[in-house]
Structures are given as C-alpha cells and as structure tokens.
C-alpha cells in the first residue's frame, strides 16, 4: 500500500463508526429549519451534505481543512526556489486533513508521475471530435473515455465486499488525477496547436509538467499554474462541480463517472465557464469602445448596457459569499507584484471599484462583489494563454483534487446513496394554508 493510502486509511477509517455511533445516539437532533424561499431558491444555506475538505463562510472566503489562502500560500511546500505552494500541497491536507512535510508532498508528485500513462484509445476518442468541441466537452469525453480504467468498476463486477470499496476508489481518483492534466494538455495542443504535442517530463512537479505539456516553458507560467491550481481546487460541497460529483459518486458511480458529470457542471456559464465569459467580456468592452485606455466612464457605461441588455455582470457575485473572494485577492496580489502595468489587469482593477456599487444599484443582487472567475483570465492572457475557451479546463484540473478527495472520504465513510425529497407547488400550497403539514 503506498504511503499516502495507508495515511489515508488511518484518518479516515476509524471516522465511519464514529460518525454511525454519532448518528445513534444524536442523530434527531435538529441543525437547521428550512423555508419555501429555499426550496424554490436552490436550497441556498440548507444543511444537508457533510463535506470535509474545505469549508465555506460567507464574510471570510474558503478554508482549507482550517487554512485559509494567505496562510496556505505560506505554509504549504513549494518547488525548490518557487514562491507559490505546490497543488499537491493542498490535495495532501484536504485528503489528510494535516500540513505536508516537504517529503510528503515530493512523495505525492513520484506517486502521481508514477500512475501518468493515459491509454491511446482516448486520444483516439478524443481525435474523433470536430476540433471546433469546446475544450470542456473534450475533457468530459477525454474522462469518460478513461473510465475503461476504473478498477473500482472491475472490482465491484467481481463482487468485492463493500469494507474494500473506499481501497479502489482511492486507486482510481489517484489514477486521474495523475492522468488528468496530460488529457487537458492534449485538447489544448490539438485544437490550438496543430496537434503538436508534447511528452509529459516525469521529473517535473504536477503543476510544471501540466505547464510544459501545454508547451509554457517559462518559470513565470509555472508559477502562476502553481497558485491557480491551489486556489481552484475546492469550495466546500454545495457548489455545482462539487455536489455533482459527490451525487455520481453517491449512487457507487465510479471516481470517472462523477468527475466526468462534476465537469459537465462546473461547464455552465453561471459556475466555472465563468472564467472565460470574463475575459470574453472585457475583449468585447475594448473592441466596442474602441481600444486604447479606457476611462471609468466607458467602462460604467459597458456595464450598465451588460445590465440592460439582461445579462449578468460575469465574475461578480456568488451564491455564498458576502464579500471579495479571497481568491480573487490572492490573484490580484501576485498581479501586483509581477504585472502592476498590464492594460488587462488595470482593466479589471477598474471593474473591481466601478461593478459593485452598481450592482448594488440594482437593489436585488445580494453579492456585488467578484469571485475566483473575475482576475483569472487577464493574467493568463499575460503569461501568453490567450485562448479563453480552455480556461474552464484549467479549473477543472485544478478543481479534480477537491473533488476527488472528497469522493475518497465519501466511500470511506461510507456515505449512502443521495435521495433528498422533492415537494409539489400543491403540497407547499397546502402547507402554506394549514391543510397538511410541513
Ligand atoms: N450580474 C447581474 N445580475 C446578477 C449578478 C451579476 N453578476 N449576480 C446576481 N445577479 C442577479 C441574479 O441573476 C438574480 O436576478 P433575478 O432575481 O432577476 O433572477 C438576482 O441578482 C439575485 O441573485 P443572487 O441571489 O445575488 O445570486 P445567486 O445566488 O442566485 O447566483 C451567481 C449566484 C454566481 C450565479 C450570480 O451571482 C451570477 O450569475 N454571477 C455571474 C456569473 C459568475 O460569475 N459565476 C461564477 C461564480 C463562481 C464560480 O462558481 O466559479
């Protein structure tokens, strides 16, 4: 059993018997009440899923296992001489629920290096696909064409005791996410390169051999994947990609499957594709208006159209948050230490002061503020990764280590099929008048 699954096994194991004799002995008391507004509003702030990787508050952004971003832009390990942590940092605390040690992390970039192979049948599947396939479809169909691979599903065909099912889980979410960065890079050459590929580099972190398969050489790019992989990789459990993948998952659908339907979440506009309706924005504001510097007058004016042509404001508001996205912050710092003068940049900077008091304007939108989404893009297009519809690709590579952990705790905790109950507006009527109740 390799290091970091004896870990593993160790954590989370003893959790399950735990959490069962919990349930015994408290299991009717109450932690939340719910209202019509919640029921038809997506469930918004209803308690229902238990996530341990990270966790969301509402004022103060994401946690890590307890960490917050600044503190795990310091803490965790970095590549020899790098400032940024190293994804593989973050994949270890959410899966360990402890900091790595250098050692540990060094260990989870040989075992991920170790399970790299991708099969050739799905660069075939993925050959088949017009090349004009938005680059998240292919990533969708690149996954399930590895789902081949599932040693999870072979394993539960031959009928393993359920005591074994978190072991093959563990295997196969390892295997992707090992595997999953070559795929990404391979969509990126093929539809934006002329299908000229590059070989993966064994001896290079996850992150830097990410970059270089993409053919980013340059030690700036790798740090920027470094950040951005860490600070994509969860958001608690009740956000789209997240919940999706945990739902698959729930009804023993292998670490493929749900990734693969996680993904096809994390594609809506409203969620990860965000990132690239960012910057797709923005190009249509300067080609508009003409180039050149733009004053805060054009911009309100760009923003207010956006508003009254019934469109959203992309990279602006959120569904839990209350205030600046942490990531946001942690990305408009590394813009201010390395890119201070770019136009793209200073464009969003803009965005940041003049957006949210008219959003506040609107009187209805309860987060005016931006999220991860709003500074991605202007720092890829710097760094010389100018074709926006693969960013949500990257965040998806960075947003499997979440995911992916989370699914391991599921089936180490033994996590039971999902099922919540769904209400007719009848019934609500009903309840609402007295005539049965809630
Ligand atoms: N621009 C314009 N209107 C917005 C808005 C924005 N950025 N954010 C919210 N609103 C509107 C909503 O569309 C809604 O309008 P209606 O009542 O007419 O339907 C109203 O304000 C209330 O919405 P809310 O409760 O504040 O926001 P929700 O929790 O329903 O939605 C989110 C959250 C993120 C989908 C929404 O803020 C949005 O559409 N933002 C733009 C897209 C975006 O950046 N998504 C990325 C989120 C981060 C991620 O997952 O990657």
Not at 99 to 121: G, M, W, Y
């Amino acid at each position: 059993m390799d290091r970091l699954k004896e870990k593993f096994a160790e954590k989370a194991l003893p959790m399950g018997p735990e959490i069962r004799q919990m349930i015994k002995e408290h299991g009717d008391n109450v932690i939340g009440e719910v209202t019509v507004t919640q029921v038809y509003a997506g469930a918004r702030g209803v308690k229902t899923l238990v996530t341990e990787t990270s966790s969301l508050d509402p004022e103060e952004g994401i946690r890590f296992r307890g960490y917050s971003i600044p503190e795990l832009r310091e803490k965790l390990p970095k590549a020899p001489g790098g400032v940024e942590p190293l994804p593989e940092g973050i994949f270890y605390l959410m899966l360990i629920g402890e900091l790595p040690t250098e050692e540990d992390v060094v260990n989870v970039s040989n075992n991920f290096a170790r399970r790299s192979i991708v099969p050739k049948h799905v660069f075939d599947a993925l050959d088949a696909l017009p090349e004009s396939t938005h680059p998240m479809t292919q990533l969708t169909i690149g996954i399930m064409a590895m789902q081949t691979e599932s040693l999870f599903a072979k394993a539960y065909n031959e009928g393993i005791n359920k005591s074994e099912y978190w072991d093959y889980t563990y295997e196969d979410c390892m295997n992707l996410i090992a595997r999953l960065p070559r795929v990404a890079a391979y969509i990126y050459r093929r539809k934006y390169h002329n299908g000229a590929h590059i070989e993966p580099d064994p001896k290079l972190d996850w992150a830097a051999n990410f970059a270089h398969m993409l053919g980013f050489e340059k030690y700036e790019f790798q740090r920027l994947m470094r950040l951005y992989l860490t600070i994509h990789a969860d958001h608690e459990g009740g956000n789209v990609s997240a919940h999706t993948t945990h739902l698959v998952g729930s009804s023993l659908g292998d670490a493929y499957q749900s990734l693969a339907a996680g993904m096809n979440g994390l594609a809506g506009p409203l969620h990860g594709l965000a990132n690239q309706e960012v910057i797709k924005w923005i190009l249509s504001m300067q080609k508009e208006l003409g180039g050149g510097k733009l004053s805060n007058k054009q911009i309100e004016g760009f923003i207010r159209k956006t508003l009254d042509d019934g469109k959203v404001i992309p990279g602006y508001g959120h569904a839990v948050l209350r205030k600046t996205d942490p990531r946001f912050t942690a990305q408009m710092d590394f813009a201010k230490k390395y890119l201070p003068d770019d136009e793209l940049v200073n464009i969003v900077w803009s965005l940041y002061e003049l957006v949210p008091p008219i959003l506040n304007e609107t009187g209805k939108v309860k987060n005016p503020w931006p999220n991860v989404d709003a500074h991605s893009g202007a720092l890829l297009v710097y760094y010389g990764m100018k074709e926006y519809e693969f960013y949500t690709v990257l965040f998806g590579v960075s947003r499997s280590l979440g995911v992916l952990a989370s699914l391991c705790w599921d089936r180490a905790l033994s996590l039971p099929i999902e099922r919540p109950k769904s209400v007719t507006t009848e019934w609500i009527k009903q309840v609402i008048d007295q005539k049965v109740s809630a």
